[in-house]
């Protein structure tokens, strides 16, 4: 056991665990066809966010506002909500290496919710994009320049790792007296601290505070900005000018679509009825896993300017490797 004194000026004993069981699925047949899945599921989130951060990276017309919020982006899928995730949980679940140490459990915890915050922050960010773009097409390039866009993106990473540090931190001022099992693929915040033997209600409500913060906040400001864009579409008086315009959104809503509704529809009905945990596993892992895979597919690789970007470097990729050859 590690145990540390200190809390209010009290001495206080914190029981903390040398280690959690992750307890994985129970009692599903076949569930190694879910395994085989995640793994071409990372393989193609791999690919797809690699190649979109390379495009971006290396073609010099992409250094606009909205391709460093879609770097931001891809980055936070490759590193996060991927590579933070799934190797781990195959780990976990293939070889069945379900003891996880307490630090590292409370360090996985953190890092896959800190990626989660930035994305729907980042989607936000995108969000604006439009809405300027929409509704103040004149002043866009006075409203979205690259320094604001790195700034706002800058301020989402700092107010992430801020209020996840103190909510994932005070775990470490729970005691776990009773069961060591984490009713999950990972060490989820809510299924971790619900098994301390004390008092729990500073971690719920940190959690509803980030919960608020970080989906309820960016999704209701992304509804508005789409509220003004819709009245600002509605003034247009050609009909294909208006549609043109639209199109511009529709990959931006799908992606707002996939990844805010599964999420809060998970936690809405963990707080308001009973899931087995075999559905709330899988979706929690889909909230995840599935859109860190499309968002490169629908937002970027088929966009116009990355396409023509990506055959521009490939033919002067070919072109560099010819006149190495001669």
């Known amino acids: 056991m590690n ?3 200190s809390a209010l000026g009290k001495n206080i004993t914190f029981v903390h ?4 069981i992750i307890s994985g699925f129970s009692g599903i047949l ?4 879910y395994y085989v899945f995640l793994c071409f599921v990372y393989i193609v989130t791999v690919l797809g966010n690699t190649v979109v951060m390379a495009v971006i990276y290396f073609d010099h017309n992409l250094r606009t506002p909205k391709y460093i919020a879609v770097f931001n982006l891809a980055f936070v899928d490759l590193f996060g909500r991927s590579t933070a995730l799934i190797p781990k949980l195959l780990d976990t679940l293939v070889f069945d290496r379900r003891y996880i140490v307490y630090e590292a459990c409370v360090s996985h915890m953190f890092f896959i919710l800190f990626f989660v915050c930035i994305q729907s922050w980042t989607l936000f960010t995108l969000a604006y994009d439009r809405f300027v773009a929409i509704c103040f097409p004149l002043r866009y390039h006075s409203f979205v320049t690259n320094q604001v866009i790195a700034a706002m993106l800058l301020f989402v990473w700092a107010l992430s790792l801020s209020l996840l540090a103190f909510m994932v931190g005070a775990i470490d001022r729970l005691s776990f007296c009773n069961s060591l099992v984490v009713k999950s693929i990972y ?3 809510a299924p971790v601290y619900l098994l301390a033997c004390n008092d729990t209600s500073l971690n719920n409500i940190l ?3 980030v919960f608020v913060i970080f989906l309820c906040i960016p999704l209701v400001m992304i509804a508005l900005s789409y509220v003004c864009i819709s009245i600002a579409l509605s003034r247009i008086a050609k009909g294909e000018e208006r549609l043109k315009a ?3 959104c529709t990959s931006h809503l799908i992606l707002v679509a996939i990844f805010f509704l599964p999420i809060l529809g998970t936690n809405i009905a963990a707080v308001t009825s009973y899931i087995h945990p ?3 596993i899988i979706n929690s892992s889909m909230t995840h896993i ?3 895979l499309l968002n490169p597919i629908i937002y970027s690789l088929k966009t116009e300017e990355v396409l023509i970007s990506l055959k521009n470097l490939c033919k002067r990729n070919r072109i560099n490797n010819t006149t190495r050859k001669w």
């Open 290 to 292: 599935i859109p860190a």
């Open 246 to 248: 639209f199109k511009t």
């Open 187 to 189: 060490c989820d915040h």
């Open 278 to 280: 075999n559905s709330r």
């Open 3 to 5: 145990l540390f004194n």
């Open 30 to 33: 076949n569930i190694k066809y």
């Open 207 to 209: 959690a509803y505070v």
């Open 17 to 20: 665990p040398a280690y959690f």
